[in-house]
């Protein structure tokens, strides 16, 4: 199982919870993010380092999805012990089980779990567990579903001392540690659509004598557009229109019901589907990608588990009753169809079609700038025949190069600490540069007295608790140290603790080895150190190092255009809608979205300056975009997509943006690959006569500065320029 970058950021933030003195811990994952994956993949690594746990598993609803959760654990990880509820009703808990139940067969009367019986009761499973020393660690699915009374008398049971609380909206927990997973750090990875439109080149004012066949129109134009789009690939995909009608509305669905079957779309010819309470219509396979059917039918929010990936339009209709929106509805429509971007606009955006002004102002509350208006907007003429050089990685690497991530990590400590050949002297070495070579395991605690609760780190004496290293105690938590170190770049396990061992272990044979310990020392070393270990491995990765130049043989170069059209996504409620007149497209406007607060100010700053002629913004992601390959330091290709092309008094510069700098001068860029870009970019312009560089914001002077000769992340520095002086 391959995790995305930002799954095993949260792998690792799950661990880190974990050890913090907190009970509840909050998961709060976009629909279509993987939370399944997530949580699996994490029980996984978390039984294999803490001996004597049970994982427990709730799930809500009326369906079957503590058996679906169950099953793709058993897809995902193929060692996983896993049970319902009536494996442990026959067998009890054992060491390492991961226990999926739904809710209601513990909590819904007439229900003969809990109830005295025959057979030993779940009550008492769960004790004897507990009197055998087994640790319960209680993840609760879609959790604002289950924020009651009865819920939580089910989760005191357990006397657990960790629950996972998983939701896409959950509850405030006070005290609680939350994990938020970004939707833009899962958009990026393609999980999900990049943006949901909405009514999508509506005219003002909408003059129509039926709003429901108005709707249907559009959608099923859309849906005929994105059938054609995705067959033009070579995909047999049938995108679905998922039509959501008020409850108590008959009247609506007989309508939607003729529409569609004067369309030739019907419940007979298996085009259309209907999924309410008491009628199922051609529901079976409807998730295939190729699946018949057009259109679905739903009343209230689709069941929860419901996916299916080739939904991506969305029909709410209304009557005068309010409904109470919920976001769960518009994730159904979010997934993309095989968990990547297609790098088409029209094939990697959704779609929702509506009048309801209260649901869309529910949408833009819960979405922000994931929903937006959206128009299709020309190039102008006179840009036509702009052409650079795109490059495009022509195969993606699954995994990581342990050989280069070895080589860059020995690399790296060379760098930062000065260690070489003598392997003494670079004991002595990192000694001085804080590292702790304590044979024990070394845990860190506070003492001190205050009279308030309220008290800062600093203000506390640090006390150094020793143990005893016991390599059969300690080999648990060396392992899960081990594979939290790999989580930071992607490795597993195994070869994330080759290369540990490969670096320090006199055991392990490498002729550019840091250090020579003995192995049972290793444990020690990487247990006191783990923290440490993980922001080197992690930025070693970044730094631009001599072994990391591209292999062009693997990189395809491609003749770029500026797209003749592109689909405009806009904030329509903000105030401003100034025409930006150098930009490439006609009609594009000041209320651009999205954008970050760097590329807002970079449009501002092109539309008045004297020497730039015209503006395009490049895409992110897709084959039609500007993209130049870099590849990280172990050997992992990734395209970079510069933000910017600007044409400047007849030259064509490559411009890319990045977080500013403070008042005091201090770096906002949270890019820890900024360096690694801006060499490939330089690379680049000078390998095609192109001229660009960094542009970033200076708070102190308010001012936008460019980086061209070589990067350094210090704003006083003389490699940055006034961008008034460079493009003025």
């Not at 809710?103 to 819904?108: A, C, G, H």
């Not at 069941?303 to 709410?316: H, N």
Request: aromatic fraction near 10%; charge should be negative.
């Amino acid at each position: 199982m391959t995790l995305k970058e930002f799954q095993l950021n949260a792998v690792k933030a799950l661990f880190e919870a974990m050890d913090k003195p907190v009970r509840d811990i909050i998961l709060k994952s976009p629909t279509g993010s993987g939370k399944t994956i997530i949580l699996t993949y994490f029980m996984h690594q978390y039984i294999q380092s803490c001996a004597k746990t049970v994982f427990i598993w709730l799930t809500p609803g009326k369906g079957d999805l503590e058996e679906q959760s169950k099953a793709k654990m058993d897809k995902y990880i193929h060692a996983a012990q896993t049970k319902l509820l009536a494996d442990v009703m026959t067998g009890g808990f054992e060491e390492n089980d991961s226990v999926f139940i739904n809710w209601e067969k513990l909590t819904k009367k007439g229900n003969n779990a809990l109830k005295d019986s025959e057979r030993t009761n779940f009550i008492e499973y769960v004790d004897h567990a507990l009197r055998d020393g087994l640790q319960f660690v209680v993840i609760v699915d879609e959790s604002h579903q289950n924020n009651t009374v009865k819920a939580d008398e089910i989760i005191q049971l357990f006397h657990t001392d960790k629950i996972i609380r998983c939701s896409a909206t959950p509850k405030s927990v006070s005290g609680a540690e939350v994990i938020e997973i970004s939707e833009e750090d899962v958009i990026a990875s393609g999980l999900i659509k990049k943006i949901l439109i909405i009514n999508e080149d509506f005219p003002q004012r909408v003059e129509t004598g039926d709003q429901t066949a108005y709707l249907l129109e559009r959608a099923y134009a859309k849906q005929r557009a994105l059938r054609a789009a995705f067959l033009a690939m070579g995909k047999d995909i049938n995108p679905l229109i998922v039509v959501q009608i008020p409850n108590k509305s008959e009247v609506l669905q007989d309508q939607v019901e003729r529409w569609f079957g004067d369309q030739g779309v019907t419940c007979e010819n298996r085009q259309l589907a209907i999924w309410l309470s008491k009628e199922h219509e051609n529901l079976e396979g409807i998730d295939k990608l190729d699946a018949p059917s057009v259109a679905v039918i739903i009343k209230q929010a689709v069941a929860t588990g419901w996916d299916c990936p080739r939904a991506q339009i969305l029909v709410k209709l209304r009557d005068n009753m309010d409904e109470t929106f919920e976001i769960q509805t518009i994730g159904r429509i979010r997934r993309m169809p095989e968990g990547t971007h297609y790098g088409s606009d029209l094939l990697d955006s959704c779609y929702l079609y509506t009048f309801d002004e209260k649901f869309t102002a529910g949408v833009r509350m819960s979405l922000g700038y994931g929903a937006l208006n959206s128009t299709t907007l020309f190039l102008k003429s006179e840009y036509r025949d702009i052409t650079l050089t795109s490059e495009q990685r022509t195969y993606v690497t699954q995994t990581r190069s342990p050989k280069a991530a070895l080589l860059a990590v020995s690399e790296y400590f060379e760098r930062e600490f000065g260690v070489g050949g003598d392997l003494s002297k670079n004991e002595i070495a990192l000694r001085k540069a804080g590292f702790d070579f304590s044979e024990d395991v070394v845990r860190h605690t506070i003492s001190s007295e205050t009279v308030t609760l309220e008290f800062a780190a600093h203000d506390m004496n640090t006390i150094d608790v020793t143990e005893t290293l016991n390599t059969h105690k300690h080999g648990r938590e060396y392992h899960r140290r081990i594979g939290q170190i790999g989580l930071e770049i992607g490795m597993e396990y195994s070869y994330m603790n080759t290369i540990i061992r490969k670096l320090f272990d006199r055991n392990f044979k490498y002729n550019k080895k840091v250090l020579n310990l003995e192995p049972r020392l290793v444990y020690s070393f990487v247990l006191n150190n783990a923290d440490r270990l993980r922001r080197i491995i992690r930025d070693a990765m970044a730094v631009e190092m001599a072994q990391t130049e591209i292999d062009f043989k693997n990189v395809s170069k491609t003749a770029f255009h500026i797209p003749r059209a592109c689909q405009f996504t806009y904030d329509s409620r903000a105030k401003t809608q100034v025409e930006m007149s150098k930009n490439v497209y006609q009609g594009y406007l000041s209320s651009a979205e999205p954008r970050s607060s760097a590329e807002r100010k970079f449009e501002k700053f092109c539309e008045t300056a004297d020497g730039v002629e015209w503006v395009y913004k490049n895409g992110d992601k897709g084959s039609e975009y500007l993209s130049i390959v870099y590849s990280d330091n172990s050997g992992k290709l990734k395209n970079f997509f510069p933000d910017y092309i600007v044409g400047v008094r007849g030259e064509i510069w490559i411009i890319e943006t990045k977080g500013g700098f403070d008042r005091s001068g201090n770096s906002q860029d949270i890019d820890i690959f900024t360096p690694k870009k801006f060499e490939v970019l330089k690379d680049h312009l000078a390998r095609y006569g192109l001229k660009g560089g960094i542009v970033r914001y200076d708070n102190k002077s308010e001012e936008l500065f460019i980086c061209r000769d070589h990067y350094v992340d210090d704003i006083s520095d003389d490699v940055w320029e006034l961008l008034s002086g460079a493009l003025g």
